[in-house]
């Protein structure tokens, strides 16, 4: 699932449905989703439990694709 969840924001990012730095609920949206906000600091760069990081965080429930 996480694979999936992680193709579907790199295809909405390359078609413009979500901008290059988004918010988990953007991605909740587009996705059509309810929890992206605990899926996207769980897969980020440096996150505490050893996930696999797909994405930066590049400010207060900010990111981008790795």
């Known amino acids: 699932m996480d694979r999936e969840t992680v193709r579907r924001i790199r295809e909405a990012v390359r078609q413009g449905i979500l ?5 988990a609920a953007d991605v909740n949206l587009a996705l059509g989703i309810g ?3 605990t899926f996207l600091p769980k897969h980020r760069v440096s996150n505490p439990g050893g996930y696999t990081a797909h994405f930066v965080r590049i400010d207060r429930g900010m990111y981008r694709l790795k």
């Open 35 to 37: 929890w992206a906000g």
């Open 19 to 23: 901008r290059p730095a988004f918010k």
